[in-house]
């Protein structure tokens, strides 16, 4: 009897989900990732390793910190991978003894970071034969933009080939924007409250330019700032914490309009 395929899933477990908070208000990426980590993790079961994954966005998209939630996700759903946890430029990894590299991160995960600039197809070749010839499930996320990725993948069909699942990291909104740097702020004991938010808008937009759409990198500095600001304590801070209410509901300290002034 023929083998029904079985279909990924569109949505993640509310314990896999807080994984990736910063990325789960972007449209569409929920369902990426829900797939990428059936398709990632199905092979495994049927003994086969892993399949591997590409991870495509601008600079400063939060790509490595997307893939080590990606680990993160797998190793509480499967177990693995149980390994040492890798990272190297594409640029490095021309000049290195690949099957002594794979070694070192053996039932773990190897991330290939600008992986554009892997430069020949010799590197490209050697490191799909080490994979071929691997028992050790070696998981290997690589990173780029739509660019560099078309490039890595070109080098060489069979080495593209290994590579089955894919997340586009699409261009932020304002809003997107704005609900990671609450992700973010939360994570710091902070919240952003109504005005803040406002100026937050204000200081985001400030910082667009045409050729180069803002990132969640420079989302994080605007927020930084803020906590810097509302953390210089004199005299007249002092008394002005100990007679406002600066605690919201959930305990954390309210970042103020002023706080996110340029």
Do not use: W
Not at 130 to 139: K, N, Q, V
Not at 166 to 183: G, M, N, Q, W
Not at 193 to 209: P, V
Request: charged fraction near 35%; hydrophobic fraction near 40%.
């Amino acid at each position: 009897e023929e083998e029904v395929p079985e279909e990924a899933p569109k949505k993640l477990t509310p314990e896999i989900k807080k994984l990736f908070t910063y990325f789960m208000p972007v449209n569409g990426m929920e369902e990426q990732v829900a797939k990428a980590l059936f398709g990632c993790s199905r092979p495994l079961k049927k003994g086969n390793g892993f399949g591997h994954i590409l991870i495509q966005g601008i600079r400063g998209s939060g790509k490595t910190v997307l893939a080590t939630n990606l680990i993160k996700a797998l190793q509480k759903e499967t177990g693995r991978p149980n390994g040492r946890i890798g990272k190297i430029e594409g640029k490095s990894l021309n000049q290195k003894d690949i099957a002594m590299l794979l070694r070192k991160v053996a039932g773990g995960c190897l991330i290939i970071d600008g992986a554009g600039m892997l430069d020949s197809r010799e590197t490209s070749v050697r490191l799909s034969l080490c994979l071929e010839s691997d028992a050790s499930d070696i998981l290997i996320i690589m990173e780029d933009t739509k660019e560099g990725l078309r490039k890595a993948l070109g080098r060489d069909e069979k080495f593209a080939e290994r590579f089955k699942e894919k997340i586009v990291i699409p261009i932020f909104t304002s809003d997107e924007l704005v609900a990671f740097a609450k992700v973010y702020a939360n994570e710091l004991g902070y919240d952003i409250d109504e005005m803040a938010t406002l100026a937050l808008y204000n200081r985001i937009s400030n910082i667009q330019r045409l050729d180069e759409p803002t990132n969640l990198t420079e989302v994080k500095e605007i927020v930084d700032e803020a906590v810097a600001r509302a953390e210089k304590v004199g005299f007249k801070k002092m008394f002005d914490i100990i007679t406002s209410r600066r605690y919201t509901e959930d305990d954390y300290i309210a970042l103020r309009e002023k706080d996110f002034d340029e």
